[in-house]
């Protein structure tokens, strides 16, 4: 195979096991196991991308998901393009076919490079100055460019062919990162019985372990250790172990978001795979163990392509087999740099010289450099790097000043230290401290079941690390309530350790230089920007965070923000605690929204429920709306009708004779137990302990601030149960208001609550003929107006089935609602239509119940309700117990604005011209010949046409409306105004005798 750059017997991929695939339609050869970066490297290709701003030439930083500069375009089809993909994280597969991104014509020749020679004009903070003249340009010039610039990939232009799943899980042990510390964690809390999840965003786990060479732990290679114990984990029933899979939320309650990448790693995923994999896991409790990330060195152009961080080097060497360069400069102040220099030089690589910034340091791998024969400049600095497409030298210079040296090399590995990765601890609301010994932030107060562990909790060392979080998984593991363990905590044999290390400019970079030393490499942040921010008022972390965009970009500053804080720091001339810290927020990486959506696109995008007689609507030509999530039948309408027609019709039919009417979506609820009774009186507005088992009565509820909440008819079935009814859109808010009180305010009272929405259908059988239609068909119930009297509920048998049949009316008609098992639904619907039609019958839709329930002036909380109306601006002053003490929103009732006169109120209107229907929601006024703009005193609530009033309709809220009965007001509209006269709210029956038949 023809890869230069790959060492025979590094590294532990198989070379027999080849990969073909293509960069910017050029082909290469790499090998199974590669990530597309290894295997570009092994190639010698380090150009993969251009900068943000500026379009610089940029090659790989990393060798993880910290990686800012090679962002490429995974192309599988014409409709799987996938942008800013992290080569270093994205695996090989044969047919592999990436592109590299915000370059034109090509990658080597970039036209936008251009802004390089021009970056003067793009310094900091420019797009917040600029652009802003003249006032034209910026809707046909500016924006359209900017827009055009902005992003670094190109989105797909198709739909997304392929799926994603979605899990939930629960453990009591939740271990995030798969480094020895979070395998030794995980191994702990196993052998304690409890559930264990751990998780690692890599294929294979050992985190660090892939690259020491010097680890040892139990007798065995540190990355022999970690696969041995991973297969020992996956052996344990108890034990789930989740590969590829990023933690890139921690949320409220130990909550965390997972996203397991499942076929991106293959050639050709089968139909029945999933792409991506979301895990919503909520655990008793979670060890962090997330490692560190290295920093790199800030000098001038430190963005070459060939420039990266020490520990990606060793990576490439020791996991992939593969050597960044022939002739290797090492710029360090820090120990692990060494380690790098001496794995390469050991695989026959040159080292060109070790520059350390660092005075006189020592320590083993010091001596096992200079051993081996590696040349060691202490006490200086590189001040700049050379080349353009590559690195080809590097210019050394005593970090105090004097002569300058210039050493060819063909690759400069950098290290600055290591920053605990503490992402996943801030996100969990902890508050993070910064250790002034060792210059680095470290969790501190904990708000969550969470422990960190290992390098990201700011601990030294492989022994330490383990030790730490053995310790620390067996005790997560007590508390959720495991066993004591009997395993042997593993023992560290031999390890590296690093601490230390610089923050902020290296010398030549420092005050007073204009070079293009770079912190936030994606973004093209230099420390001359941080400065600038800073003279320019931006004294907040923050503020210089928005001001120069440093760590905004998709990798968030995961190595530039503490170069960028110290920077600040030093400008302002405050210790670094001082300007603060930047929040880190979810996502941890990139995450797609096939994985967050999953399968909630195209028609399950939002769900649709549908009711049990739904089959037999559409079977008589129903058309529907959606209410929430419901589909309901709008209207029925027959041959030759329109929607208007079909209404008239219905709504005449019921009053004449009957109609049935689908209203299961009604939210239904159970409120049981000795203290039920109890519970109502304190989330209602009624009195509820004195009602009589099998009568009902209408309810209406408040918010705290006296605002009508929701309202429904509530049956007492039993001294203890009541079957509570709510709005269709009201179910679900109004179960967690009464859930929510019932934990929170009320945990003293016995009472459970139940959800039955979806356990009865209800039929609602309406007109001076519904008992006529009910009445054959019922068993054991007394349906005389004496035994079954208006607001009642009965239970007895409907068509052989069980039935709660209520006496109700939202028509201002002799009216029954009809609810049995949902499975039965559709035969008892079907059984009452047929004798309706003995009767003359009609099916209506909601359009027809708004009208209906609009003629007798029942309002419907939403429409007629706005958020600030109460019973009394509603009408509904009698539905409020005078006698009662205590319910919620009684204090919010007596507030001096809620009683104040004035207030909107809820009244009927008439036009003057009775075939003109107003329109809901218009505006009210007094004087329409008032200027603009015109005092509204109201607005239209509910608008119909009646037909059994032969004329239109509406309610309004209208402030005073009481006080302005039979007074003229005005709708203005765009083709004119409306006089309308001001009425009560009953239009039908307003002494309520059809409630009798």
């Known amino acids: 195979m023809n890869a230069a750059f790959r060492i025979s017997g590094a590294g532990r991929l198989s070379q027999a096991k080849t990969a073909s695939f293509s960069f910017d339609d050029k082909p290469y050869i790499g090998i199974e196991g590669d990530t597309l970066a290894s295997a570009l490297l092994a190639n010698g290709v380090h150009l993969v991308g251009r900068s943000f701003k500026y379009h610089r030439p940029r090659g790989f930083l990393s060798a993880g998901a910290e990686e800012p500069n090679a962002l490429v375009q995974i192309v599988r089809d014409d409709a799987r393009k996938t942008p800013n993909v992290r080569a270093t994280v994205q695996e090989l597969y044969d047919g592999l076919t990436a592109n590299s991104q915000n370059r034109w014509p090509s990658l080597a020749f970039d036209v936008g490079a251009l802004n390089d020679i021009a970056s003067p004009m793009f310094s900091a903070g420019f797009y917040y100055k600029t652009f802003m003249w003249p006032k034209w340009a910026w809707k046909d010039l500016y924006e359209p460019k900017i827009r055009a610039a902005a992003g670094l990939g190109v989105s797909p232009d198709k739909p997304d062919p392929d799926h994603y799943a979605a899990r939930y899980a629960h453990c009591e042990v939740l271990v995030l990162g798969g480094g020895a510390a979070g395998i ?19 294929a294979e786990f050992g985190g660090s372990l892939r690259f020491e060479s010097g680890a040892r732990i139990d007798g065995h290679d540190g990355y022999a250790w970690a696969q041995a114990a991973i297969t020992k984990l996956k ?17 409220a309650q130990n909550f965390v978001g997972l996203v397991e990448r499942v076929s991106d790693h293959f050639k050709s995923p089968g139909r029945e795979l999933a792409r991506e994999r979301l895990w919503q896991v909520r655990a008793k409790r979670v060890v962090i163990a997330t490692g560190a990330i290295e920093r790199h060195m800030v000098f001038a152009n430190n963005d070459r392509p060939g420039v990266m961080l020490a520990s990606a080097a060793r990576i490439y060497l020791n996991q992939y087999g593969v050597a960044v360069g022939r002739n290797v400069g090492v710029y360090t102040a820090n120990d692990s740099a060494y380690a790098a220099a001496i794995d390469l030089k050991k695989a026959g690589i040159n080292i060109a010289a070790i520059i350390d910034l660092r005075d006189n340091p020592s320590g083993a791998v010091i001596d096992e450099a200079r051993a081996l024969g590696i040349e060691i400049n202490f006490g200086r600095a590189v001040v700049s790097a050379g080349g353009k497409l590559r690195v080809s030298s590097m210019t050394v210079q005593p970090k105090n000043g ?14 600055a230290g290591w920053t605990p990765s503490v992402h996943l601890f801030s996100q969990s609301r902890g508050k993070v401290a910064f250790n002034d010994e060792t210059k680095r932030f470290v969790p501190g107060t904990y708000a969550q079941d969470c422990v960190s562990v290992g390098a990201c909790n700011g601990t030294d060392g492989l022994a330490a690390s383990v030790d730490e979080a053995y310790a620390a998984g067996a005790k997560a593991a007590k508390e959720a309530g495991g066993k004591v363990g009997k395993g042997a905590k593993p023992k560290v044999d031999a390890g590296e350790s690093w601490s230390r290390g610089m923050l902020g400019a290296a010398p030549g970079a420092g005050p007073g230089t204009t070079v293009k030393a770079f912190v936030d490499f994606q973004n093209d942040v230099t420390a001359k920007d941080i400065r600038q921010a800073v003279h320019e008022g931006m004294h907040s972390i923050e503020h210089v965070k928005r001001f120069t965009t440093n760590g905004m970009a998709t990798d968030q500053g995961k190595t530039s923000n503490m170069h960028g804080l110290a920077i600040a720091a030093e400008t302002l001339g405050k210790p670094i605690p001082q300007v603060g810290l930047t929040t880190f927020r979810a996502p941890y990486t990139p995450v797609t929204f096939g994985s967050i959506v999953g399968h909630a696109r195209g028609a399950l995008f939002d769900p649709t429920r549908r009711t049990a007689t739904h089959g037999w609507a559409v079977s008589h030509g129903a058309v529907f709306e959606d209410v929430g999530h419901w589909k309901r039948a709008w209207y029925f309408p027959k041959a030759g009708e329109d929607m208007h027609a079909a209404v008239d019709r219905e709504c005449v039919t019921v009053r004449k004779a009957a109609g049935l009417f689908d209203a299961s979506t009604l939210g239904k609820i159970e409120v049981v137990g000795p203290d039920a009774a109890k519970f109502m009186e304190l989330l209602y507005t009624n009195p509820w302990e004195k009602l009589e088992t099998g009568r009902c009565r209408y309810g209406i509820m408040l918010r705290e601030d006296g605002f009508i ?4 008819v509530v049956g007492r079935l039993a001294p203890d149960r009541f079957h509570v009814t709510t709005t269709t859109g009201g179910a679900p808010r109004v179960m967690n208001h009464m859930e929510d009180y019932l934990q929170t305010e009320f945990p003293h009272l016995n009472v459970w609550l139940t959800s039955i929405t979806e356990q009865w259908a209800v039929i609602a059988v309406q007109g001076p003929k519904s008992r006529d239609i009910i009445a054959p068909l019922v068993e054991g119930i007394d349906m005389s107006d004496e035994g079954m009297p208006h607001m009642s509920v009965r239970e007895g048998k409907i068509c052989g089935v069980p039935t709660r049949l209520f006496r109700m009316s939202f028509t201002g008609e002799r009216g029954f609602e009809v609810n049995v098992p949902a499975d039965y639904g559709e035969a008892v619907w079907e059984a009452l239509w047929a004798e309706g039609q003995k009767h003359g019958a009609t099916a209506y ?11 007798k002036g029942y309002i419907i909380v939403g429409q007629d309700t706005d958020g600030t109306v ?12 005078k006698k009662k003490t205590d319910f919620v929103g009684i204090r919010g009732l007596t507030r001096p604005d809620l009683i104040a006169k004035g207030r909107k109120q809820l009244v009927g209107l008439k036009t003057k011209d009775p075939k003109v229907v107003l329109e809901e929601g218009a505006q ?20 119909y046409w009646s037909e059994n ?22 709708v203005p509209m765009p083709n004119g105004t409306i006089e309308v006269e001001v009425t009560g709210m009953v239009f039908v029956d307003e002494k309520g005798e059809r409630l009798n038949g």
């Open 184 to 202: 030794a964690a995980a191994l702990a809390a196993a052998e304690t019985g409890v559930r264990v999840i751990l998780a690692d965003e890599q």
């Open 235 to 251: 052996a344990m029933d108890n034990v789930r172990v989740l590969s590829r899979t990023t933690a890139f939320g921690y949320y």
């Open 402 to 415: 004097g002569g300058e040296r210039t050493i060819p090399v063909d690759a400069i590995l950098m290290s």
């Open 709 to 712: 909440y929701d309202d429904g």
């Open 845 to 855: 839709g909601t359009e027809t119940m708004h009208v209906l329930r609009a003629e």
């Open 870 to 881: 109460t019973p009394n601006d509603a009408g509904l002053d009698w539905a409020v117990g």
């Open 924 to 943: 009210i006024v007094a004087d329409p010949k008032q200027s603009i703009p015109m005092k509204m005193i109201g607005h239209v609530t509910s608008s």
């Open 949 to 970: 009033c032969g004329r239109s309709i509406a309610l309004a809220l209208v402030a005073g409306g009481r006080d302005r009965m039979g007074q003229t007001l005005y």
